[in-house]
């Protein structure tokens, strides 16, 4: 399963760098940004910067341990080999989750943010998902999430601007 969602960045492309805000986002930022987000933190250890995450869709509880696999200022790409999913917050399973972050031109005073998630379920459980309207609730907290991050990066761009 494969979502993407957009939003607009007051910047352009050049002033934007999506590695250094996700990597400095706070918890209460992160809560912020969608309903269903519980918690998250940053780590930075010998295998490189990485991220966990707590969320809700759908009413389906997941714990990402994302770890980056590109870090860059417009294109950051997080992945999960070991997301622990619990159906109803009570089944645990275990997927695989891709997230990618990217900031792409727009026009001379803003720019295009994207947010890719790409879950890879094993075939029972891409059954399930579609019978319990995953896809829905995954895409729509995903446009959530996308619009509460852009806005936060919008915050930090303009408090940039004003300093």
Request: a negative charge; charged letters at 25%; glycine letters at 4%.
């Amino acid at each position: 399963m494969r979502y993407v969602a957009q939003a607009v960045l007051d910047a352009p492309v050049e002033r934007v760098d999506l590695a250094e805000w996700l990597f400095t986002l706070t918890d209460a930022e992160y809560r912020a940004a969608a309903r269903g987000h519980h918690a998250a933190g940053v780590s930075v250890d010998d295998r490189g910067r990485g991220t966990v995450n707590v969320e809700s869709v759908g009413g389906n509880l997941l714990v990402q341990h994302y770890r980056a696999e590109r870090a860059d200022p417009a294109f950051v790409e997080m992945y999960s080999a070991t997301t622990r999913a619990y159906l109803y917050h009570l089944v645990p399973l275990t997927c695989r989750v891709r997230w990618i972050l990217e900031a792409e031109a727009g026009d001379e005073r803003s720019s295009v943010f994207s947010c890719t998630v790409d879950v890879d379920l094993p075939l029972p459980l891409r059954v399930l998902a579609r019978v319990t309207a995953m896809p829905f609730f995954l895409r729509r907290h995903l446009v959530e999430e996308t619009a509460g991050f852009a806005a936060d990066i919008n915050r930090k761009l303009a408090l940039a601007r004003a300093a």
